[in-house]
Nanobody, 115 residues
């Protein structure tokens, strides 16, 4: 079982920045992949960014503004979010996939961008 704990959300003005963190209860280097998803009210949960062995993937809506990274020494996943827009407002979830294709989720951290 993997526990994921997110932090770093908050209220920010449009154009501002936030950095989300996700601490895992196991060594992150042992995971197949990790990622960030978000869900806005009334919308489906969507992939924001993911990272696996040496490769990253981003939703088109965040390319060039968000950066995903992982510090295996700290068992922590990050999402640096710059040039935030009101449409980035959502509950952001950390996700992890292990090698048995089991997925784990954090409890979410709220990001609110005011215009």
């Amino acid at each position: 079982q993997v526990q994921l704990v997110e932090s770093g959300g908050g209220l920010v003005q449009a154009g501002g920045s936030l950095r989300l963190s996700c601490v895992a209860s196991i060594r992150t280097f042992s995971l197949k992949a990790m990622g960030w998803y978000r869900q806005a009210p009334g919308k489906q949960r969507e992939l924001v960014a993911s990272i696996s062995r040496g490769s990253t993937n981003y939703a088109d809506s965040v390319k060039g503004r968000f950066t995903i990274s992982r510090d295996n020494a700290k068992n922590t996943l990050y999402l640096q979010m710059n040039s935030l827009k009101p449409e980035d407002t959502a509950l952001y979830y950390c996700n992890a996939e292990d090698w048995s294709t089991t997925y784990y989720w954090g409890q979410g951290t709220q990001v609110t961008v005011s215009s």
